[in-house]
T-cell receptor, first 114, second 112 residues
Framework: NAGVTQTPKFRVLKTGQSMTLLCAQDMNHEYMYWYRQDPGMGLRLIHYSVGEGTTAKGEVPDGYNVSRLKKQNFLLGLESAAPSQTSVYFC?????????????FGQGTRLTVV | KQEVTQIPAALSVPEGENLVLNCSFTDSAIYNLQWFRQDPGKGLTSLLLIQSSQREQTNGRLNASLDKSSGRSTLYIAASQPGDSATYLCALGGGGADGLTFGKGTHLIIQP
């Protein structure tokens, strides 16, 4: 059981370049999330999805887009990367968003924008 | 807006000690509280999940408690080992926020 898998694990981008981060989960979870982790800031929610074909903005959505075309996949896109987007990105999934619904996280993608 | 504070920010103790990590939050209308462990350069590993109706959960040497009325949770680690060295994160579901709201973590070092 792979759980939550993120690709790639590391990436260096030049300012203005674009890229897509892929998150895949094999637990049949409805909810999927993208967070970023920055020193001194903790983890902050970028976007999330409550089911296939749905997306919603989190706390820090600017500069990012997401898509959930298949239930098991949640894509995070950067259209024009900026140095401020240098961060570690984590994907998570859960069955629901309340009660006894445990969240499971991927191993992270370390992105550097130069 | 839900705010989560973890104290202390860093802790270094000798092996074998029992220790307590603290997490406080401002909005008690939460669905659940989850404690995670994060090793350097790695992802988050879920340790314990406490539902809003529960008071505590245990997982081996770990015990987490939840007091919604006072806005506090504690993670108790018994008989600490060097392998327990990591950053411990407290995260809350609900409280007026989408997804999980995280504290900034406690960086724990267990000295051999």
């Amino acid at each position: 059981n792979a759980g939550v898998t993120q690709t790639p694990k590391f990436r260096v981008l030049k300012t203005g370049q674009s890229m897509t981060l892929l998150c895949a989960q094999d637990m049949n979870h409805e909810y999927m999330y993208w967070y970023r982790q920055d020193p001194g800031m903790g983890l902050r929610l970028i976007h999330y999805s409550v089911g296939e074909g749905t997306t919603a903005k989190g706390e820090v959505p600017d500069g990012y887009n997401v898509s959930r075309l298949k239930k098991q996949n949640f894509l995070l896109g950067l259209e024009s990367a900026a140095p401020s987007q240098t961060s570690v990105y984590f994907c998570a999934s859960s069955y629901g968003d309340r009660g006894g619904t445990e969240a499971f996280f991927g191993q992270g993608t370390r992105l550097t924008v130069v | 807006k839900q705010e989560v504070t973890q104290i202390p920010a860093a802790l270094s103790v000798p092996e074998g000690e029992n220790l307590v990590l603290n997490c406080s939050f401002t909005d008690s209308a939460i669905y659940n509280l989850q404690w995670f462990r994060q090793d350097p350069g790695k992802g988050l590993t879920s340790l314990l999940l406490i539902q809003s109706s529960q008071r505590e959960q245990t997982n081996g040497r770990l015990n987490a408690s939840l007091d919604k009325s006072s806005g506090r949770s504690t993670l108790y680690i018994a008989a600490s080992q060097p392998g327990d060295s990591a950053t411990y994160l407290c995260a809350l579901g609900g409280g007026g926020a989408d997804g999980l709201t995280f504290g900034k973590g406690t960086h724990l070092i267990i000295q051999p």
